[in-house]
């Protein structure tokens, strides 16, 4: 993601890089686009949301499986630490060069290969508001006290994490990893793809705890290329 676009009003930070690709900055224009869609000023669903970029495919919008996984336990271990206090990052900090990961899930990923789902988040994912809800809370908008980032509203701010990437086959140790996150309380937002195949051998949108999303017209029906099941 390009934390700099002017539609994201100082609100993005990008917060680590995996694998490939430049450090810091999204070189396809996808994980843009998408991020612009879930937290842009002008068009986005959340306008006041934080958010906070991990690139984990190259910048053709591929990469490995081991890469999304070493993505998916930086957000565990960030969230973890957010709950404890012990994070000081904010908004529109941050040079996005953090390549180590960490290990709060332990998995041992296969050797598979994942790709942006068009139309959908290409070369990172974006976790917007990132405290979880027993600790993101504030009592009005100007309390100082609250631990919610610049441009959030009142009120409970739940941690959400848009995975908009896939591959035609199924990783066990993905999926684990998907539902790691969604165990420690983050709701996770995943691309069901464009091939007009049923989702269910399909990782990550096979995953039943997750929000695996399709595609729609501007008539709002089902287009043919949208995965489903």
Do not use: W, Y
């Amino acid at each position: 993601m390009h934390v700099a676009h002017t539609d994201f009003d100082g609100r993005a930070a990008f917060l680590a890089t995996f694998g490939s690709g430049v450090q810091g900055d999204d070189k396809d224009g996808h994980g843009t686009h998408v991020a612009g869609t879930c937290a842009g000023s002008f068009f986005g669903v959340a306008k006041k949301a934080n958010i906070f970029a991990v690139k984990v495919l190259g910048d053709d919008g591929s990469g490995p499986t081991s890469d999304i996984i070493s993505g998916l336990n930086f957000v565990s271990q960030r969230v973890a630490q957010e709950a404890n206090g012990t994070n000081s990052t904010t908004v529109g900090s941050g040079n996005g060069n953090e390549t180590s990961p960490v290990q709060s899930i332990v998995i041992s990923p296969p050797n598979g290969q994942l790709t942006k789902r068009v139309v959908v988040n290409a070369n990172n994912f974006t976790l917007l508001n990132q405290l979880p809800n027993t600790l993101n809370r504030t009592t009005s908008p100007s309390s100082s006290s609250s631990p919610v980032g610049v441009g959030a509203a009142t009120g409970a701010r739940p941690s959400v994490v848009n995975l908009s990437l896939g591959g035609s086959g199924h990783s066990d140790a993905l999926d684990a990893a998907v539902q790691a996150l969604v165990a420690q309380g983050i709701t996770m937002s995943i691309a069901a793809g464009n091939d007009g195949v049923d989702v269910g051998d399909s990782s990550p949108a096979d995953v039943e705890d997750a929000i695996t999303v399709g595609a729609m017209d501007v008539q709002d029906d089902v287009p043919n290329f949208s995965n489903f099941g």
